[in-house]
């Protein structure tokens, strides 16, 4: 029997049984032209217009919710019972969440006070920039800008930190400048909260920027995307959001919008 066949007999079966459920994809990822369409083609403001209405009739989490979807996004292939840190790279028990030193808790990339959107449902609940980070690394970075170099971060390997700017270890440098530049693109100003874009400068406060961006644009070419970096947009997508972050995908695109 035909793969498409044999799927609809099973949905078949299932209706007559008063059951719903989704058909697994047959597609694999959608990151072609069926999902940018409206952006291929273009170049500068105008991909950036573009992505941003494409990527924007997302689903939106409550920041309880974020919990689950971190515990999804960010699961260790090796350990399906942990999670694995963004700057400290550890493997750590799904459960092991909270406040205490060594918990995970969940980590605005894009600063929550940049911007001052806070756990506002929308840019405060994006997975596609929260992770999961050990609690005191989290408090460590806090609302720094990203930027090369500084002293070594205790329970972060290869991570660095100063006064002003925060450096993640080498591994994840471009995750989070696609990160960042989604963020920018996402929300724009126009749904409620502030226009967020990166700059090239650190120590921004409370403005809805983040830096540096000639630095993010720089980890974005020397790290491209991983397996693990595309699966997690991947299931952002299938099971939580249904958006995409268009930078994992085209990470050529973040020269063609900031270069």
């Not at 609940?125 to 070594?152: C, I, Q, W």
């Not at 929300?187 to 993010?216: C, Q």
């Not at 491209?224 to 947009?233: G, S």
Request: proline share 6%; aromatic share 8%.
């Amino acid at each position: 029997m035909q793969p498409t066949r044999r799927i609809s007999f099973v949905l078949a079966l299932g209706a007559a049984a008063g059951l719903a459920f989704a058909p697994p994809s047959l597609a694999g990822p959608v990151s072609g032209d069926d999902y940018y369409q409206d952006a291929l083609g273009k170049t500068g403001p105008e991909l950036k217009a573009a992505l941003h209405k494409i990527i924007s009739t997302n689903t939106k989490l409550t920041y309880d919710q974020v919990w689950d979807g971190i515990r999804a996004t960010d699961e260790d292939p090796a350990n399906k019972a942990n999670v694995v840190l963004l700057y400290s790279g550890r493997s750590q028990a799904k459960t092991a969440n909270g406040g205490g030193v060594d918990d995970w808790n969940r980590e605005h990339v894009w600063a929550k006070s940049h911007g001052d959107f806070g756990t506002a449902v929308g840019p405060g609940t994006d997975l596609h920039h929260l992770r999961a980070e050990d609690a005191s690394v989290n408090s460590t970075r806090g609302n720094k800008d990203f930027d090369a170099g500084g002293s070594p971060v205790e329970e972060a390997p290869g991570s660095l930190t100063d006064d002003d700017s925060f450096e993640p270890r080498d591994a994840v440098k471009g995750d989070v400048a696609r990160m960042i530049l989604y963020m920018a693109v996402r929300y724009d100003g126009t749904d409620g909260f502030a226009d967020l874009e990166p700059n090239d400068a650190v120590d921004n406060g409370s403005k809805p920027n983040i830096g540096r961006l000639s630095v993010l644009l720089t980890w974005n070419t020397q790290d491209p995307p991983d397996a693990t970096e595309q699966r997690r947009n991947q299931v952002i997508y299938d099971q939580f959001q249904h958006n995409r972050n268009p930078f994992i995908d085209h990470p050529e695109w973040a020269a063609s919008i900031y270069g």
